[in-house]
């Protein structure tokens, strides 16, 4: 994924702090601008190391660490101008989801509904069937669970199927089928 940052060149101070998260299978590409309007040799260093000449840097971070990305400006009068960028690159944030294996429909607030919980979950889909395959209940919403009813009847003590698709903030999808036993 590629991203645009903007460098302003104004006088030489720390301009900002950037975290960069690394997903497995994911490019983590920026490019780096400078806005400066003076004409010069841009110079940019990561860590004190020269890693690229010229106005536009390109990126693609590939370790977790603290770093210092700098650009230093030498423009044609001799004048020398720099902003100073930190860049935390951290592992990304996985996504968790607990799914329970039965739940108990009895009206007593204690395990009264299948619900799903999770973390960094940014959309969701479930769906319980009965064993013959016939959908008995359908969310898109995490913070709602079945209460075991179908048609407004509580179901039969028995076990049922549940599919569970999602995405997480990153919106990569995954899915997950099982089997779930409600209880009376």
Request: aromatic share 18%.
């Amino acid at each position: 994924m590629r991203r645009l940052l903007y460098i302003l060149f104004l006088w030489s101070f720390v301009y900002g702090q950037q975290t960069v998260e690394l997903c497995e299978g994911e490019n983590s590409t920026y490019t780096y601008t400078s806005q400066g309007n003076v004409p010069g040799t841009y110079t940019w260093y990561i860590n004190g190391s020269s890693a690229y000449v010229g106005s536009n840097f390109t990126y693609t971070w590939t370790t977790p660490g603290s770093y210092e990305l700098a650009c230093v400006l030498l423009s044609f009068t001799s004048c020398v101008d720099s902003v100073t960028y930190n860049v935390d690159v951290v592992n990304c944030t996985e996504t968790t989801l607990y799914i329970p294996d039965a739940f108990t429909p009895d009206g007593n607030n204690k395990n009264d509904t299948f619900e799903v919980k999770g973390t960094n979950i940014m959309e969701l889909d479930m769906f319980i069937y009965n064993r013959w395959g016939q959908l008995l209940y359908q969310s898109s919403d995490i913070y709602k669970g079945w209460d075991g009813k179908f048609n407004g009847d509580l179901c039969q003590q028995d076990v049922y199927v549940y599919f569970i698709r999602w995405r997480d903030i990153k919106k990569r999808p995954f899915q997950k089928l099982g089997h779930l036993t409600l209880i009376q």
